[in-house]
């Protein structure tokens, strides 16, 4: 089987919350697409390296590779803690798809907040992400795009 390349979009800096109609969305954040890799030599630490060498992100919390099948991130949202999670996630876009131009990654992070000496941690402000609207249709299904063949 020749090899099968697809690119793997990040979303990151924001958070997974429930929106007012009972739907896990991505609130906030940015979405980072990168170069096509090759599916058989996906890995994890791959994953680890892009976050903090490419984005700069040192403090992931917890990784999830969405089934593009699905129709919201509800039912299609799955934890991506090692290369077991990169077999299933290979094994996903195969199986449902055929060859896939991307896959999706969404990143929850722990939120490092700096501490003034002089202040309490109490008498912190909390700190939230704004809301960032990305263009055009806001279902994830939407972003999946399959290989043309010919």
């Not at 390349?5 to 906030?28: D, I």
């Not at 979405?31 to 680890?48: C, I, P, Q, R």
């Not at 699905?70 to 077991?84: I, M, V």
């Not at 003034?116 to 700190?127: H, N």
């Amino acid at each position: 089987m020749d090899a099968v390349y697809a690119s793997p979009v990040f979303h990151v800096g924001g958070r997974l919350v429930q929106n007012g109609e009972g739907q896990l969305v991505y609130e906030g954040g940015s979405v980072e697409k990168f170069d096509k890799m090759d599916l058989d030599l996906l890995n994890y630490g791959d994953f680890v390296k892009l976050l903090e060498d490419e984005l700069g992100y040192k403090t992931e919390k917890k990784l999830h590779w969405y089934d593009c099948a699905e129709e919201d991130l509800g039912a299609g949202l799955y934890e991506l803690n090692g290369d077991k999670e990169i077999n299933d996630l290979r094994g996903n876009i195969l199986r449902n798809f055929g060859l896939v131009e991307e896959f999706h990654i969404y990143v929850e992070h722990e939120v490092s907040v700096p501490v003034p000496a002089d202040m309490p941690p109490a008498e912190m402000p909390p700190t939230e992400p704004e809301p960032v609207l990305i263009d055009g249709d806001d279902s994830p299904a939407s972003s999946c795009r399959t290989l043309n063949l010919n």
